[in-house]
């Protein structure tokens, strides 16, 4: 399953919004097979970082680059037919769609069209809950649903990388557990998978690296465990 | 009891004709949250279209109704790519601008290709009538009637069975999110003018039978365009079949029973009636 070509490099990363330049030289590696974490408090930039990467917002300076591909220069739904895919901040579902056709809209590229019945079976495996909703319409879900039903429209388009913004952002605790033992199960089916998250313990636990990033630059990185440990981070992040 | 049934099935058949012009202002409003102001210019294109294919190249009409559809979609299309696509992130009035901008300029392009002179077309079909009972059909009004179901059922399958119309339906829900799925919202754009370009299109080569054609008549389809989405719930598409069919009727009834020279003023009627009673349009839901 594991691709050694497609490594998505950050290189000098700049991207704002109008006057406002959130990032100034964000540099980063996310290796086949590896979950990375992004932490960092609120308005860093990682949001941002994620967004640059699938091209929703344009770099003004430096590069990214997946495998031998310039993502900087691409549009969004190319970058998504090179297999990175991204699950948006606070979902951002269809509302007005049905569970299913939520995810078929996941899959309409001409690369994973031909995958499409195997790919739907392989989201309602992993979430047998959207199976048994899949005809209701997308905003009566609850919130964890919901965020299941948005990994699971992520993973319809068979990505090599998967960026998750925020997956436990406003859930409840048990639904949190499972969101991050999800994360877990789709980087054992092989998946690249660049995580952000504002629970940092939870997120460093299970991250093989992570970053930190600060007022839009990276300012420490290393192993998940070995942050979780580092004074600098238990300080700023975690309160203890 | 048999007028008002008559009153009602002309209004109904020329209601969904209306239909046909509100869904393509709705779909565009829906997808690129833009307001046509040229949608019924698009309309009085048709028109033209159709007379020149049938009076000057004697095409046959029932191949006439194809090529005006292609005509209007190809003309939408490139519109859309040169015009509109250019200003997609620029503030709402530059699109308000453009539009109207387009309506003028096509309207005067028309008048100076086809003269100022009211136009119709003779057809067989124009001024005959077929009846069922004491009813009287214009045949001209079944054959545009006809055309209208089928044509919105076909849309309404593509909408809700295909990959283009749940494309269509993603990019109107949420742009971003529809790019993050691989959709290319630009094409998709540019088709659903298309789309609407071809529906106004359509619209204009099945109401050419009893009107007369002239270039300055757009603004008041344009008009009805609004009053069919309003009265539906701006961006719509089912709504706009049952704001087109209450305005068909409603004109139809005030203009047998008040005044025929008012037949437009119904309309209005109705519509400041549903904005002061109902704002979010008849069949419309508050979007969250």
Do not use: C
């Not at chain 1, 290796?31 to 932490?39: D, H, K, S, T």
């Not at chain 2, 990959?163 to 754009?189: F, H, K, M, P, Y």
């Amino acid at each position: 399953m594991r691709d050694p070509g497609f490594t998505l490099t950050l290189r000098h990363l700049q991207a704002g919004y109008g006057d406002v330049q959130v990032l100034w030289d964000v540099s980063l590696e996310v290796r086949p097979g590896e979950l990375v974490a992004l932490i960092g408090a609120n308005g860093a930039g990682k949001t941002t970082t994620l967004r640059a990467v699938a091209s929703l917002l344009r770099a003004r300076d430096g590069e990214v680059q997946f495998g031998t591909n310039r993502l900087d220069r691409m549009s969004a739904h190319d970058i998504v037919n090179l297999g990175v895919a991204m699950v948006p901040e606070g979902r951002q579902l269809f509302n007005q769609m049905t569970v299913e056709e939520n995810l078929l809209t996941g899959s309409s590229l001409s690369r994973t069209r031909p995958l499409r019945r195997s790919n739907l079976d392989r989201v309602y495996a992993l979430f047998p809950l959207l199976r048994e909703r899949r005809l209701q319409e997308a905003s009566t879900l609850s919130g964890g649903e919901q965020q299941m039903l948005a990994i699971g429209r992520g993973l319809m388009s068979a990505p090599r990388l998967l960026m998750l913004d925020e997956p436990s952002l406003g859930l409840a605790p048990t639904i949190v557990e499972e969101v991050f033992g999800v994360v877990q199960d789709i980087r054992r089916e092989g998946i690249t998978v660049l995580l952000v998250e504002q629970n940092v313990q939870q997120a460093l636990r299970i991250a093989d690296r992570a970053y930190v990033l600060e007022s839009g630059r990276i300012v420490l990185a290393g192993p998940g465990l070995e942050l979780l440990q580092s004074a600098e981070v238990r300080r700023a992040y975690l309160g203890i | 009891m048999v007028q008002f049934v008559q009153i009602v099935v002309n209004g109904v058949f020329t209601g969904g004709v209306y239909a046909i012009i509100g869904i393509g202002l709705s779909l565009i409003f829906g997808v690129m949250r833009i307001v046509n102001f040229a949608h019924g210019v698009f309309l009085v294109v048709g028109m033209f279209t159709t007379l020149f294919f049938f009076e000057r190249l004697h095409v046959d009409p029932f191949l006439v109704i194809p090529l005006v559809v292609l005509v209007g979609g190809l003309l939408g299309i490139v519109l859309e790519r040169f015009l509109l696509e250019p200003i997609v992130r620029a503030p709402e009035h530059a699109s308000i601008l453009m539009t109207v901008g387009i309506g003028l300029v096509l309207s005067n392009l028309l008048l100076f290709a086809f003269g100022d002179a009211p136009q119709i077309i003779n057809t067989r079909y124009s001024t005959s009538t077929w009846h069922l009972g004491p009813i009287t059909f214009s045949t001209a009004l079944t054959i545009a009637f006809v055309l209208t179901v089928v044509v919105i059922g076909g849309l309404a399958l593509i909408l809700e069975r295909t990959d283009l119309g749940r494309s269509i339906r993603a990019a109107a829900q949420n742009a971003d999110a529809a790019e993050l799925q691989g959709i290319n919202t630009r094409r998709v754009r540019s088709l659903v003018f298309g789309i609407g370009f071809a529906l106004a299109a359509l619209a204009g080569a099945l109401l050419l039978p009893q009107l007369f054609a002239h270039p300055s008549i757009g603004p008041t389809y344009t008009l009805k365009a609004f009053v069919v989405t309003v009265l539906g719930g701006m961006g719509n598409v089912a709504g706009a079949i049952g704001g087109g069919l209450l305005l068909g009727v409603t004109e139809s009834l005030g203009a047998a029973y008040v005044s025929s020279s008012y037949r437009d003023a119904f309309g209005l009627a109705a519509f400041l009636l549903v904005l002061l009673l109902r704002p979010a349009g008849l069949f419309g839901r508050s979007r969250t």
